[in-house]
């Protein structure tokens, strides 16, 4: 295994033609003390003070953190990491492209973090790498912008938080829509009683997801990538998909399938909008993978309901083709007694309704969550982060307890259960049937998941007295990739 400090020659004989100024400030970082602590070492309150960083993980979202940071002039780019060669060759070049320096490339995010003048890193990779990384780069002393959900698993996120705060590192959950204003003035709105109490919380997420394909065997890794590096902390398996990347979100190992995808955002705001700092007192998931049979490993269409008490919170994914509710698909609604608020898929926009549908009020305004990390970089105060990871925390550890009933579900006949369910629950089930039929899906010759109700210690962040379910809390790392016991 070779680390790539660079892409090939020609093309480096090129960047450093184009960009030799912005070289010549690397290699005047790389040549700092070895003894001075990045992050102490900087004046971070002086507004002329650049911030150096390095993105890791760069293909899909990774390139929006690489995007952002490179147009601005308070922001160096000092470093890429990314186990395919492939991904980080496209990130120079746009580097390059922008008039910026060519920043060294690693595979290995270890040998990037001993980078020196290394501030901060901003973690876009699959799941199963989010919380080591973290943990790895904020105990080098690094602060760090971690993508959504920050974990795969509860203990690790647990882990993750323990350790910001035990080393004092701004650490920033990639849930952007906490800093839209459109987001933070409806929530405002909420919490002042305007809609009256608020007794359920919703998330929606209807995106479509076609099938994956069904592959004849292992796919061949391609020569770009090194495939150790990249599976980490998972198992040692072979990938068993006919495309490598993206759809890895889609098998457990790796993803937490679209609860943890696109849904962990939605099931932040549903949680912002409690007001609940904390997990809920139980859950309980009901799902599938319906409409077609496909290497796919996690469900396309699911329904989790937590209870916290005096509210409730219920998540609902559809993978297949379908209608809106209230005319959302991905996005909010939040129920009062007085009236709801519907928060879009764009987080820059809500709007308040009267229980007679009549449009109160409307929320606009968006916002930069990259920004609002560097800031508190500067500020060095994690109070000014509007992402603090312990909200990305929280909402990242509903989006798995309610996998886990999931996981933990027997298969039923469609109408052949006797659970007693609520007003809302039957409504949503009854509303997940009509979908699927709609979808040309037989229910009678179908069956989905009955996950069983698992009741939730939200102080140790753990299961009541089941131990097939807090087996899930955390998963036997692969060696050296492990996340620790605690902090």
Same mark, same amino acid.
């Given at each position: 295994?070779? @680390?790539?400090?660079?892409?090939?020659?020609?093309?480096?004989?090129?960047?450093?033609?184009?960009?030799?100024?912005?070289?010549?400030?690397?290699?005047?970082?790389?040549?700092?003390?070895?003894?001075?602590?990045?992050?102490?070492? /900087?004046?971070?309150?002086?507004?002329?003070?650049?911030?150096?960083?390095?993105?890791?993980?760069?293909?899909? =979202?990774?390139?929006?953190?690489?995007?952002?940071?490179?147009? /601005?002039?308070?922001?160096?780019?000092?470093?890429?990491?990314?186990?395919?060669?492939?991904?980080?060759?496209?990130?120079?070049? *746009?580097?390059?492209?922008?008039?910026?320096?060519?920043?060294?490339?690693?595979?290995? #995010?270890?040998?990037?973090?001993?980078?020196?003048?290394?501030?901060?890193?901003?973690?876009?990779?699959?799941?199963?790498?989010?919380?080591?990384?973290?943990?790895?780069?904020?105990?080098?002393?690094?602060?760090?912008?971690?993508?959504?959900?920050?974990?795969?698993?509860?203990?690790?996120?647990?882990?993750?938080?323990?350790?910001?705060?035990?080393?004092?590192?701004?650490?920033?959950?990639?849930?952007?829509?906490?800093?839209? *204003?459109?987001?933070?003035?409806?929530?405002?709105?909420?919490?002042?009683?305007?809609?009256?109490?608020?007794?359920?919380?919703?998330?929606?997420?209807?995106?479509? /997801?076609?099938?994956?394909?069904?592959?004849?065997?292992?796919?061949?890794?391609?020569?770009?990538?090194?495939?150790?590096?990249?599976?980490?902390?998972?198992?040692?398996?072979?990938?068993?998909?006919?495309?490598?990347?993206?759809?890895?979100?889609?098998?457990?190992?790796?993803?937490?399938?679209?609860?943890?995808?696109?849904?962990?955002?939605?099931?932040? #705001?549903? /949680?912002?909008?409690?007001?609940?700092?904390?997990?809920?007192?139980?859950?309980?998931?009901?799902?599938?993978?319906?409409?077609?049979?496909?290497?796919?490993?996690?469900?396309?269409?699911?329904?989790?309901?937590?209870?916290?008490?005096?509210?409730?919170?219920?998540?609902?994914? =559809?993978?297949?083709?379908?209608?809106?509710?209230?005319?959302?698909? #991905?996005?909010?609604?939040?129920?009062?007694?007085?009236?709801?608020?519907?928060?879009?898929?764009?987080?820059?926009?809500?709007?308040?309704?009267?229980?007679?549908?009549?449009?109160?009020?409307?929320?606009?305004?968006?916002?930069?969550?990259?920004?609002?990390?560097?800031?508190?970089?500067?500020?060095?105060?994690?109070?000014?982060?509007?992402?603090?990871?312990?909200?990305?925390?929280?909402?990242?550890?509903?989006?798995?307890?309610?996998?886990?009933?999931?996981?933990?579900?027997?298969? =039923?006949?469609?109408?052949?259960?006797?659970?007693?369910?609520?007003?809302?629950?039957?409504?949503?089930?009854? =509303?997940?049937?009509?979908?699927?039929?709609?979808?040309?899906?037989?229910?009678?010759?179908?069956?989905?998941?009955?996950?069983?109700?698992?009741?939730?210690?939200?102080?140790?962040?753990?299961?009541?007295?089941?131990?097939?379910?807090?087996?899930?809390?955390?998963?036997?790392?692969?060696?050296?990739?492990?996340?620790? @016991?605690?902090?």
């Amino acid at each position: 295994m070779s @680390d790539r400090f660079t892409t090939r020659r020609g093309f480096l004989e090129q960047s450093l033609l184009t960009a030799a100024a912005g070289m010549a400030g690397i290699c005047a970082l790389d040549s700092a003390s070895a003894d001075e602590p990045a992050a102490a070492g /900087r004046r971070r309150g002086m507004a002329n003070d650049k911030i150096h960083i390095a993105v890791i993980g760069i293909n899909g =979202r990774g390139n929006n953190h690489l995007d952002s940071y490179l147009a /601005r002039e308070d922001v160096e780019v000092i470093g890429l990491c990314d186990p395919d060669t492939m991904v980080t060759d496209r990130a120079i070049a *746009k580097c390059v492209k922008k008039g910026k320096a060519a920043p060294p490339a690693y595979q290995d #995010i270890r040998k990037l973090l001993e980078l020196k003048g290394l501030d901060a890193v901003s973690i876009a990779t699959p799941n199963h790498w989010h919380s080591l990384a973290g943990i790895w780069a904020m105990q080098a002393g690094k602060d760090v912008y971690v993508e959504k959900p920050v974990s795969h698993n509860v203990h690790e996120g647990r882990v993750l938080v323990d350790t910001a705060r035990k080393h004092k590192r701004i650490c920033q959950a990639g849930t952007q829509s906490r800093s839209h *204003k459109a987001c933070q003035d409806a929530m405002e709105y909420i919490h002042s009683g305007k809609i009256g109490k608020v007794s359920l919380s919703r998330g929606l997420c209807y995106k479509p /997801r076609p099938s994956i394909g069904k592959s004849a065997g292992p796919l061949a890794i391609p020569q770009n990538i090194d495939y150790d590096l990249w599976l980490g902390p998972a198992p040692q398996k072979s990938a068993m998909r006919q495309r490598f990347h993206y759809d890895w979100h889609w098998f457990w190992d790796y993803g937490n399938g679209d609860l943890g995808n696109q849904g962990i955002h939605q099931m932040d #705001i549903a /949680r912002w909008a409690l007001n609940k700092n904390g997990l809920a007192n139980s859950v309980f998931s009901v799902g599938g993978r319906f409409g077609y049979v496909d290497d796919g490993e996690t469900p396309n269409t699911e329904i989790s309901f937590f209870d916290y008490g005096d509210a409730h919170l219920i998540f609902e994914v =559809r993978g297949l083709p379908t209608v809106g509710l209230k005319d959302v698909k #991905i996005g909010n609604i939040v129920y009062g007694s007085e009236g709801y608020v519907v928060i879009s898929d764009n987080y820059g926009s809500a709007a308040a309704f009267d229980n007679n549908n009549t449009l109160v009020q409307s929320f606009t305004g968006d916002g930069d969550h990259f920004d609002n990390f560097l800031s508190a970089m500067r500020s060095r105060k994690s109070s000014d982060l509007n992402g603090e990871i312990e909200k990305g925390h929280y909402s990242s550890a509903l989006c798995h307890l309610g996998n886990i009933s999931y996981r933990l579900g027997s298969q =039923r006949a469609f109408g052949g259960d006797s659970q007693s369910y609520s007003k809302e629950e039957k409504d949503c089930m009854e =509303r997940m049937q009509v979908h699927l039929t709609t979808n040309g899906v037989d229910l009678g010759a179908s069956k989905y998941a009955l996950g069983p109700v698992l009741k939730i210690d939200s102080h140790k962040e753990r299961f009541h007295d089941n131990a097939a379910a807090n087996a899930y809390i955390t998963r036997e790392y692969r060696a050296p990739f492990v996340v620790p @016991d605690k902090a």
